[in-house]
């Protein structure tokens, strides 16, 4: 006979499983501090490219004028602009990507959680079923008496 | 008041039943309505919009992600500005990837903001800010300020154009510090992108604050402080070409617009019905998940008074 109280909760799992899980599960396998940096750093990847592609439009924009700075070979103040550009993308997009990613990371966790907490009531209705039904045994190595069921 | 309260739970409840089908639907008149003003805006060569190209490409987009439409309309942008110029469409290729290095890979599904202010900037500037406040908030500004400067590039490259036709000589050296010039110097595009960045953030203040009908205040505050910039910064920039009428005009069309946007904005919060399948040791279920749907009814509540025919005191 068809538990209809374990129905729902699978439902809820399976719900959040299709929707959310890609995302939120992938990220709350990091450790926050592993997660935020990794995305910092895949930021700071993706901004000095979009800034190598800044600099290719002035170039473009302003060829004559380069071109005579590089003639003089005054390119030092150029090159020293060029960098402290750089260096002023990099500081902003690592502050913006720590903060958002970390927004990120609290929002998957939070639903993870959420999750894990749905899988324990299930878990408790397999246990109720296992212990009432004599089809089950206890057995070494039953998933349902490992701690590690559901992964923290 | 409250008909127009049922109309929106019956709309919700529309959107809830069908939103598989409504979808995709939505999805194509987005990719096919940005293309085809893609082609007002471009539009130099017009064998890539024709309606045996736009419709199929509309409907793969219909079941793509949001932001394919944003890297199909890049890819239709600059290869039909190629017919005008190899450099300028080189440039605007760089302006879309620099969109998306520097914004869209940082905060992912806002590339529609792009599209869309670009699209609004041509007709209805005003209700850009206003809507992208109540919608989204601050960090709706690089996008939309990303729009409008696409949107005038496509202005500028059009300026370009008999240029590039009358000349006889080689003009292919100065193209892109002309156009890169005309663009960044125009008056008209700097104070529209300063009017959108402080009417976000000045609508946004409003509208998360806990005062009473914050909703309303931040939308008539917002448009007041849009047409008194707006008159302040075309006398500033003294340009002739914008129309002080069509600025009053199309700021309180904005404001309308956006009473109505305010009003329906719950109409698409709603809960989808989810198809799941899953096993157990047992059985395989095939369920449908229907969230439940609660339309308000007419609240009528007639209580008729007629005055007593026989007087207490008849009797007497």
Redesign the interface.
């Known amino acids: 006979m068809?538990n209809e109280d374990?129905?729902r909760i699978?439902?809820k799992?399976?719900?959040y499983e299709?929707?959310e899980s890609d995302n939120n599960l992938h990220i709350a396998g990091y450790f926050r501090r592993d997660f935020v940096r990794w995305s910092i750093l895949k930021?700071l990847v993706?901004?000095t490219?979009?800034y190598i592609?800044?600099l290719?439009?002035y170039f473009?924009?302003?060829?004559?004028e380069i071109f005579n700075l590089f003639n003089k070979m005054q390119y030092k103040p150029l090159l020293i602009k060029i960098l402290v550009g750089w260096g002023v993308v990099l500081i902003i997009?690592s502050i913006?990507?720590r903060i958002?990613y970390r927004k990120r990371f609290e929002e998957a966790r939070e639903g993870v959680n959420d999750y894990y907490d749905t899988l324990k009531k299930l878990r408790g209705y397999y246990i109720a079923e296992r212990d009432s039904s004599p089809r089950f045994s206890h057995q070494e190595g039953d998933p349902l008496n490992n701690d590690e069921f559901i992964d923290y | 008041m409250t008909n127009l309260l049922i109309i929106r739970d019956y709309l919700k409840a529309f959107f809830q039943r069908y939103e598989r089908f409504l979808t995709p639907v939505f999805k194509f008149f987005y990719a096919f309505i940005v293309l085809m003003i893609f082609k007002r805006l471009f539009g130099y060569n017009d064998s890539i919009y024709s309606l045996i190209v736009v419709i199929p490409v509309s409907f793969v987009c219909a079941f793509l992600p949001n932001g394919a439409v944003y890297i199909v309309a890049s890819v239709f942008a600059v290869y039909d500005i190629m017919s005008l110029s190899l450099q300028v469409s080189l440039v605007l290729a760089i302006l879309f990837l620099i969109i998306y290095l520097l914004y869209l890979r940082f905060i992912p599904g806002k590339s529609w903001i792009v599209m869309v202010s670009m699209i609004l900037t041509m007709k209805l500037p005003c209700l850009i800010p206003l809507v992208a406040a109540m919608f989204i908030g601050p960090v709706a500004i690089v996008p939309c300020v990303c729009g409008v400067m696409l949107y005038y590039f496509s202005i500028h490259a059009r300026q370009l154009e008999p240029l590039i036709n009358a000349s006889t000589d080689d003009v292919s050296d100065t193209q892109i510090p002309y156009l890169m010039d005309t663009l960044f110097k125009d008056k008209e595009m700097l104070l529209f992108i300063v009017i959108i960045a402080v009417t976000i953030m000045f609508t946004y203040l409003i509208y998360r604050s806990s005062i009473r009908y914050s909703w309303f205040s931040a939308i008539v505050a917002g448009t007041s402080l849009m047409i008194f910039m707006l008159l302040a910064g075309t006398m500033m920039i003294e340009d002739d070409e914008i129309e002080l009428a069509t600025i009053l005009i199309g700021s309180l069309l904005s404001g309308v617009i956006a009473f109505v946007v305010q009003f329906f904005k719950g109409v698409l919060d709603y809960g989808r019905i989810e198809i799941v399948q899953f096993e157990d040791d047992d059985y395989y279920y095939y369920v449908k998940a229907i969230p439940k749907i609660y339309v308000a009814e007419r609240d009528v509540n007639v209580q008729t008074i007629t005055e007593s025919t026989k007087k207490v005191g008849d009797d007497e």
Do not use: P
């Open positions: 068809i374990k129905v699978m439902t799992c399976a719900c299709k929707n930021s993706s901004a490219f979009g592609l800044l290719m439009l473009l924009a302003n060829y004559e997009y913006a990507a958002v």
